[in-house]
């Protein structure tokens, strides 16, 4: 059974920074290719990176290319979000995301709040 579990949300102020992690399990995680994803209250969940099963590959959202960078750690099937530079619409519950076999798989969801 897939299992993604997000940590790292806080509250953070303007131009802060925060890491992200999922840590995954139940399936073969060096095999998957891995994604970002976000909700704000109100709106649509939205792509945030993707990144590939080696991590050589990645894709960012124009809202956050040059700000976050995805990353991963096969041995330790984990992924990773650093978000630098932090503005107050980057507010939303940011998600874990995989497909195994045709089958997408989420997490529950780590809750990143900017202000001051």
């Known amino acids: 059974q897939v299992q993604l579990v997000e940590s790292g949300g806080d509250l953070v102020e303007p131009g802060g920074s925060l890491r992200l992690s999922c840590a995954a399990s139940g399936f073969t995680f060096r095999f998957n290719a891995m994604s970002w994803y976000r909700q704000a209250p109100g709106k649509e969940r939205e792509f945030v990176a993707r990144i590939s099963p080696t991590g050589v590959g990645t894709n960012y959202a124009d809202s956050v290319k040059g700000r976050f960078t995805i990353s991963r750690d096969n041995a330790k099937n984990t992924l990773y979000l650093q978000m630098n530079t932090l503005k107050p619409e980057d507010t939303a519950m940011y998600y874990c995301?995989?497909?195994?076999?045709?089958?997408?798989?989420w997490g529950l969801g780590t809750q990143v709040t900017v202000s001051s």
């Open positions: 995301y995989t497909s195994t076999a045709g089958f997408g798989s």
